[in-house]
């Protein structure tokens, strides 16, 4: 509003706050909101099928299903679950959507995602974040929006001609910092616990958000913010220091 | 992929500023006219809970927290189409207002984020540092050429957001069967 040539709007979805940030494409701003709209659909539909508290869900089947079930899924769950088992493999299981509960207790395959043990339970909330967002950019794209961003609670992309501030929240006593502008590409950030109990606080830049947030993950996981996965996806990280480590 | 560090280094960004950050989406009037585009006035209309009914919500595992709400019924000539309510709820550095467009069955038509305000320290606690923004439907932006500055931190939760909404809709549908929506 404070620029009235961007239309910028946030929603609750994902678990966090949602902001969509578009351009407005050239002398119609009815229909860059309905981009922003159908950006917002996007979202809520892929939540649907991913989202791990709703029981209908891709993932809501799989957590239920008996072990050597083999539970048919649609095409976010197998994007996401194809990059996470990708993950898996390359970082020797440091990054693990089912959390412990059985890293390599499920297939992907074409008939859909197999179950090797009653107690395997997924959890996108690692990887799905930065999907949605790419999803949500493309989403504004096919619908003529040039340029703009998607912010899901951190997990951001920016596309198009726009380079977009990046304030990094200090997580332990709030207020933001400036750390950097980015153009025509992601960056996530990630404060939690590692492996050995230290919490870390990561962030991560690739051309996908997808890639961001997960690698995230990762580096907090092995501490190591020049791990060679990064590279592999054009990726650059970040290790903060955080009043909160140890 | 272009990314420009501010710092050159992360000792750099440690002795940067800590600043508070603030975004106003919507107003309220823009908010409801997006929720409820059909109608053509937004009529305001108090809703007051007695102790029984605060009670009634707490059975239900919401908190009533305040015995008065505005709440503010979309019109199309004489015909109701629903009704809009504003709130603000703080999480642990954050400050929220929202609005949510219920319809005539009681279901949720649409969520709008209105602002976003985020603290640095615990001024958050502070009722001043809130009250500055009571009423406030666009503040000015904090830095020139900030408008459109992301932040990027570990997953903020909407839980308050989200018990937010089920207590309005939990407000609403008791006021609609106690009649004090009206017709």
């Given at each position: ?246 | ?20 950050f603030a975004i106003d989406y919507l107003t309220l009037e823009q908010a409801a006219q997006q929720m409820f585009p059909d109608a053509d006035r937004f009529e305001p209309r108090e809703i007051g809970l007695d102790a029984a009914q605060l009670q009634a919500l707490d059975a239900q595992g919401i908190r009533g927290r305040s015995a008065r709400w505005t709440v503010r ?111």
């Amino acid at each position: 509003m404070s620029d009235p040539s961007v239309v910028r709007r946030a929603r609750p979805l994902l678990g966090t706050l949602v902001e969509i940030g578009a351009v407005t494409i050239d002398g119609a701003s009815q229909a860059t909101v309905d981009a922003v709209d159908a950006a917002f659909a996007r979202i809520e539909a892929l939540q649907e099928r991913l989202s791990r508290f709703i029981d209908a869900s891709d993932i809501g089947r799989f957590n239920a299903a008996p072990a050597d079930a083999c539970i048919d899924v649609g095409d976010d769950a197998r994007a996401v679950l194809r990059a996470a088992a990708a993950l898996r493999d390359a970082s020797d299981g440091a990054f693990d959507v089912t959390l412990g509960s059985g890293a390599r207790a499920w297939r992907l395959d074409d008939r859909g995602v197999h179950k090797f043990g009653d107690a395997v339970r997924i959890d996108l909330g690692g990887i799905a974040k930065g999907h949605a967002v790419d999803c949500a950019v493309a989403t504004l794209e096919a619908c003529g929006v040039a340029s703009g961003w998607v912010n899901a609670g951190g997990d951001l992309r920016a596309f198009g001609d726009l380079a977009v501030p990046i304030e990094l929240r200090d997580e332990v006593a709030g207020g933001v910092r400036r750390f950097a502008t980015i153009e025509d590409g992601a960056f996530a950030t990630s404060h939690r616990e590692g492996p050995d109990g230290i919490v870390r606080h990561a962030s991560v830049a690739a051309p996908r958000c997808l890639w961001a947030d997960a690698l995230t993950k990762v580096v907090v996981a092995t501490a190591d913010a020049g791990h060679p996965l990064l590279e592999r996806f054009g990726a650059r990280a970040w290790l903060h220091d955080s009043p909160g480590n140890a | 992929m272009r990314i420009v560090v501010a710092g050159t280094t992360l000792a750099a960004l440690a002795a940067a500023p800590v600043s508070a950050f603030a975004i106003d989406y919507l107003t309220l009037e823009q908010a409801a006219q997006q929720m409820f585009p059909d109608a053509d006035r937004f009529e305001p209309r108090e809703i007051g809970l007695d102790a029984a009914q605060l009670q009634a919500l707490d059975a239900q595992g919401i908190r009533g927290r305040s015995a008065r709400w505005t709440v503010r019924i979309a019109r199309h000539g004489d015909t109701a189409l629903g009704v809009v309510v504003a709130d603000a709820v703080i999480g642990k550095f954050e400050l929220i207002s929202y609005a949510v467009g219920i319809d005539l069955e009681g279901a949720i038509r649409q969520i709008e984020i209105l602002s976003y305000r985020e603290s640095h320290g615990g001024e958050i606690r502070l009722p001043a540092w809130r009250r500055q923004f009571v009423g406030k439907t666009q503040a000015a932006p904090l830095r020139v050429g900030d408008d459109i500055a992301n932040i990027s931190g570990a997953t903020l939760s909407c839980t308050h957001v989200t018990e937010g909404v089920r207590r309005i809709v939990a407000v609403v549908a008791q006021a609609r069967r106690n009649g004090s929506l009206g017709p």
